[in-house]
């Protein structure tokens, strides 16, 4: 199946880019003539369009004060959503950080645009989308500008010219790539989804939203945060056909509270797994809280809570 994400997030690129002097951007040529986006003293706003981009311009993501008292109280104040018809091919065709991309001591993965065009992740042929493009934008979630030898795999797996490629840094430990982290609520939702094996074609819609928690300058603190903000503070809504016990079973195994990992800070279990990232449950990855609706039936059904306790010990550590 074609798909359109790099034809409906280049404007977007091209306009983020237009903007960078009121969004705190610093634009750059790299020395292989690619463009890259330095995010790191970026706004909020910066964080929110760059979040577009990352789904594809398949999505709209909002950032709006938060008026919830219990989000007042673990120090939030402001709310990210993010909303997506085309769920499936906007979260994981484009704004999953899917592609590992290293070389020496660089590493960093990407989301984004490209990942449709280089098709170097076995989640392709399952989605089995295909694109052609003149030009694409990778977001790199990391404060260092990409070696050569990055950007020249990035050429060859995509097959775009250098000066036809932006590389957009969002840095964990700004506020830009905060926002963008946190208004990933949707797409951990479907990625956790797609763990459970739920068949994608049955997915509909969706949108979520969790709080931007206090920007922190450690790193691991920095990625805690924002980590925590989803699976303690996210609630996520899944639009899903199928019969009303297949969404309840679903709405069920979703919440981050049913892994084994449950019940600590993200930072706090990383360190348990001496910052193996991959040693973590996989379960654990998910929104506090989902609501599962079958459109078949219009029944819903919801499964676990917002933590307010955890996401106060995160927030305020």
Known sequence: MQSDINALSQPLVEALIADAKALNLNVSKHASGAVVVDAANGTMEAGRRIAEICMGGLGQVEVNPATNKQVQSYSADYMVTSRAEKAVLSCLGSQYAGWALQHEKFFSLGSGPARVLAQREDLFKELAI????????????????????????????????????????????????????????????????????????????????????????????????????????????????????????????????????????????????????????????????????????????????????????????
């Open 130 to 317: 295909t694109e052609s493009a003149e030009k694409t934008s990778l977001v790199l979630e990391t404060d260092k500008i990409p070696p050569v030898e990055v950007v020249e795999k990035v050429v060859r797996d995509t097959k775009i010219a250098a000066e036809n490629l932006t590389f957009i840094l969002t840095p964990t430990t700004s506020i830009a790539g905060t926002t963008q982290i946190v208004a990933r609520v949707l797409e951990v939702a479907v990625h956790k989804l797609h763990t459970l094996h739920f068949a994608l074609n049955d997915v509909v819609s969706g949108f979520g939203s969790a709080p931007i928690p206090p920007v922190s300058s450690d790193f691991i603190t920095a990625m805690g945060r924002s980590n925590d903000a989803i699976l303690f503070g996210g609630h996520v809504n899944l639009n899903v056909r199928g019969t009303d016990r297949a969404a309840k079973e679903l709405a069920d195994k979703m919440p981050s509270s049913a892994s084994k990992d449950y019940g600590k800070t993200f930072a706090e279990v990383f360190k348990f797994y001496k910052m193996d990232f991959y040693q973590i449950d996989p379960m654990l990855f998910s929104p506090a809280k989902v609501t599962i609706t079958a459109v078949e039936t219009g029944n819903s059904f919801s499964a676990g809570e917002i933590n307010e306790d955890l996401l106060n010990q995160s927030f305020n550590c």
